[in-house]
């Protein structure tokens, strides 16, 4: 091992991912109707395997060879059933971590040209769609509440290795939640989460 050896393999791994977490892209979607700006959201299919009736925005697993913001363009017009054409990107949000180990990275883009009425959505994957006017979030912060995580090392986790054994105080996580109620809709979340942060940057 020498000085080259360690400048070439860094220089090399400059942009791969961390394996130990799963990577996600979505768009937070924006409509314009009668010159009032809406925020586009899906219930998800009660057939799909992972978070089956919730409400979301397009989005899903990053593939080999994409860019994130490929990602979500890809994941929108499958879902939506649209043309790319009609999605203009406009920018991200930093990417959000869970405890679950997913990272997200969010985009924001308009849909051209489109009324909800005309979405002819994936039916396999999205049970319904509907609109809330971004003047709403603005004028309604969430409702805040937290979860407490606690380590929970495995039955084989090497206790002896650490400096006070057994006795180790593991540092325990606490995030926050988040909840919109719109009409008999309930947005919460990392859905929540990263409507609050879009807002942030709007009030900023």
Same mark, same amino acid.
């Given at each position: ?13 400059? $942009?791969?991912? !961390?394996?130990? %977490?799963?990577?996600?892209?979505? *768009?937070?979607? +924006?409509?314009?109707? #009668? ?63 869970? $405890?679950?180990? !997913?990272?997200? %990275?969010?985009?924001?883009?308009? *849909?051209?040209? +489109?009324?909800?009425? #005309? ?86």
């Amino acid at each position: 091992m020498n000085k080259n050896t360690i400048y070439n393999q860094i220089k090399k791994n400059f $942009h791969k991912l !961390d394996p130990s %977490y799963e990577y996600y892209s979505i *768009l937070i979607p +924006i409509i314009e109707i #009668n010159d009032i700006l809406y925020l586009l959201f899906e219930i998800r299919s009660n057939n799909l395997r992972r978070q089956p009736g919730e409400i979301s925005f397009p989005g899903g697993k990053k593939e080999s060879g994409e860019s994130f913001k490929e990602t979500a363009i890809r994941e929108t017009t499958e879902e939506l059933n649209i043309s790319r054409k009609k999605i203009e990107i406009i920018g991200s949000l930093s990417p959000i971590s869970t $405890h679950y180990n !997913d990272l997200i %990275y969010p985009f924001v883009g308009f *849909l051209h040209n +489109i009324t909800i009425k #005309n979405i002819n959505f994936n039916r396999s994957e999205v049970n319904n769609l509907f609109i809330i006017p971004i003047s709403f979030f603005i004028e309604n912060p969430p409702l805040k509440y937290y979860i407490e995580t606690q380590p929970n090392p495995s039955k084989d986790f090497p206790y002896y290795l650490l400096p006070t054994g057994k006795n180790y105080k593991f540092l325990k996580g606490n995030y926050p939640v988040y909840f919109y109620k719109y009409k008999n809709y309930v947005i919460w979340g990392l859905t929540a989460r990263i409507v609050k942060n879009f807002m942030d940057i709007l009030e900023n």
